[in-house]
C-alpha cells in the first residue's frame, strides 16, 4: 500500500494524478504557506513515512531503514522533498521513481 497526504487530504498511490499534486500545491506555494506532504510506503520490505518540512513534524523513526528503505530515503531528498522549496514535480517524479525502482 502507498498513500499520499497533500493538506490533509489522502489518496492511493493508483488515485494520484499531476492535477491533483499540482492543485492541492500550488494555492498554498502561492500565498507562502508551508506545504504538507506524507508519502506512506508499505509494499513487502519497505515501511517507510516520508515526510516534507511543512509538516512540522521532526525527528526519526524507531529503527534503522533497512537498504531499500534508505534507498527510498535517499531519492525523497535527491529529488528534494526534504527541503520546503519542492514542486509538484518533484512530488510526481518521485512516485514514479518509486514505482519503476522499488515495485
Known sequence: MISVS???EQKSL???????????INPSRARGLPICVQVLVQEN?????????GCGEGGAGGRRPNAREAQVIKLWRTLGLSSGNFEGGN??????????RFL
Not at 493508483?14 to 492541492?24: F, H, L, M, Q, T
Not at 520490505?45 to 518540512?53: E, F, M
Open 91 to 100: 512530488l510526481i517524479a518521485f512516485l514514479k521513481q518509486l514505482q519503476k
Open 45 to 53: 520490505d519497505l515501511n517507510v513515512r516520508l515526510t516534507t518540512p
Open 14 to 24: 493508483a488515485d494520484v494524478s499531476e492535477r491533483w499534486v499540482n492543485k492541492a
Open 6 to 8: 497533500i493538506a490533509g
